[in-house]
């Protein structure tokens, strides 16, 4: 089992590389849990970059402890295995992506396939048929140096819905993405404006900050609560509002902060 060193000076163990990259629905590194009852199909995904580890230490206990789904099901999915499996305390900095990133190749998976491609556009093209009929996307990932959380909702305005309906303690900035590619949270049934599903991706913080590790926790426990009930709220619990006005456009514009 690896460890690293986070900023504060604490060793934390890492959850072990082949542990992660288990699976129940037969696709390594991904994990699909069900109530039985229809509802909302939630997916929250980490490690897009093998060194953003905060993902990987909220999601890992669900694989020994399933979470307790009151309605709809959960998938949760380790992206980049390979390159965090090289995460140590002296590549830890390096470690993000094999051969490209990762997040830039989303719209490149339904392209013929070429005879030689990188780690990165392979592994997506197997994982996207366990990800693209999710109704919901929490994307987990951090920062290279300290911050505040971000949320990315891109640029379909529907997915502000999403950081108010968690009020998670975050700026939330909406954006066009990038044009070396297209990230996950833009591709698909996420990016498409016509349809309900709705994406944000989550900068939780410095990679090796324990407050990112603990942002990351605070925004799983919300999303499988509001969408999946897995605890019930107090009938005195206020309802989940946003305080975004969804109707912003900019190329980079930021549109909130705090509780959303």
């Not at 699909?32 to 909220?58: D, K, P, Q, W, Y």
């Not at 002296?90 to 094999?98: F, M, P, V």
């Not at 913080?205 to 609560?225: I, S």
Request: charged share 25%; net charge neutral.
């Amino acid at each position: 089992m690896a460890s690293i060193t986070l900023l504060c000076g604490t060793r934390v163990d890492l959850p072990p590389a082949d542990v992660l990259a288990g699976t129940n629905c037969g696709l390594d590194g991904v994990w699909r849990f069900t109530s039985g009852v229809s509802g909302s199909h939630v997916l929250v995904t980490a490690l897009m970059h093998g060194n953003e580890i905060c993902g990987a230490i909220a999601l890992a206990p669900f694989i020994n402890s399933r979470p307790r789904l009151r309605q709809g099901s959960l998938t949760i999915a380790f992206l980049n295995l390979e390159a965090y499996a090289r995460v140590t305390d002296g590549t830890k900095d390096d470690c993000r992506w094999l051969h490209e990133d990762m997040n830039r190749v989303w719209d490149k998976v339904r392209r013929p396939l070429a005879s030689t491609e990188s780690y990165e556009l392979a592994r997506a093209r197997e994982l996207l048929p366990h990800l693209e009929d999710a109704d919901a996307l929490l994307d987990l990932h951090s920062m290279h140096a300290p911050g505040p959380a971000l949320a990315l909702t891109g640029a379909a305005a529907k997915n502000l819905e999403l950081p108010g309906r968690l009020r998670i303690p975050t700026y939330v900035i909406r954006d066009r993405g990038h044009a070396a590619g297209k990230r996950l949270l833009d591709c698909g049934r996420f990016g498409d404006t016509q349809a309900a599903s709705v994406a944000m991706l989550l900068e939780c913080g410095y990679h090796f900050d324990q407050g990112a590790v603990q942002t990351a926790q605070a925004a799983v426990a919300a999303v499988l609560e509001d969408y999946l009930e897995c605890r019930r709220r107090s009938k005195s619990d206020p309802p989940r509002r946003s305080n975004i006005d969804p109707g912003m456009d900019a190329d980079r514009v930021m549109v909130g902060c705090g509780q959303v």
